[in-house]
C-alpha cells in the first residue's frame, strides 16, 4: 500500500537549518506530484512547497520563498525540504504529501487535490 514516512523534524533555534526527508513506497513515484504541507495548532494545513514527478516543475509559498528548497531523488523514491533561515513562525507538523495531478506542470496548493499523506513531522524553532 501507499507508504510516505517523514523525518529530519525537530528543534532548532532561529536562523537555523533542518532538511526534511519523505520516503515514499507502495507507488510509482516519479507518476506523482509531491507537496509538502505545514500544520499549526488551531490552522489549517497551507501549502509549503511542490514538485512535478520529473522535477521540471516548481512552486512555494510566498513565506517560505528564498529560505526553502523542495527536491526529490526518484532513484531513491524520496523527496527532501531543505529549510534555512527558520524563525518561529516555521514551527508546525510539516507533511508530505502526493497526487497525480491533473496538468503535471501544475503544481497543487490545495490539500484537498492530495491523495495520500504521511504521518508529519515537528518542527520546532525556538528563538
Known amino acids: 500500500q501507499v507508504q510516505l514516512v517523514e523525518s529530519g523534524g525537530g528543534l532548532v533555534q532561529a536562523g537555523g537549518s533542518l532538511r526534511l526527508s519523505c520516503a515514499a513506497s507502495?507507488?510509482?513515484?516519479?507518476?506523482?506530484?509531491m507537496g509538502w504541507f505545514r500544520q499549526s495548532p488551531g490552522e489549517e494545513r497551507d501549502f509549503v512547497a511542490g514538485?512535478?514527478?520529473?522535477?521540471?516543475?516548481?512552486d512555494y509559498a510566498d513565506s517560505v520563498k528564498g529560505r526553502f528548497t523542495i527536491s526529490r531523488d526518484n532513484a531513491k523514491n524520496t523527496v527532501y525540504l531543505e529549510m534555512n533561515s527558520l524563525n518561529p513562525e516555521d514551527t508546525a507538523i510539516y507533511y508530505c504529501?502526493?497526487?497525480?495531478?491533473?496538468?503535471?506542470?501544475?503544481?497543487?496548493?490545495?490539500?484537498?487535490?492530495?491523495?495520500?499523506w504521511g504521518q508529519g513531522t515537528q518542527v520546532t524553532v525556538s528563538l
Open positions: 514538485i512535478s514527478g520529473n522535477a521540471d516543475s516548481i
Open positions: 507502495g507507488f510509482t513515484f516519479t507518476r506523482f506530484q
Open positions: 504529501a502526493a497526487t497525480i495531478a491533473p496538468l503535471p506542470f501544475i503544481i497543487q496548493r490545495n490539500s484537498r487535490r492530495y491523495d495520500h
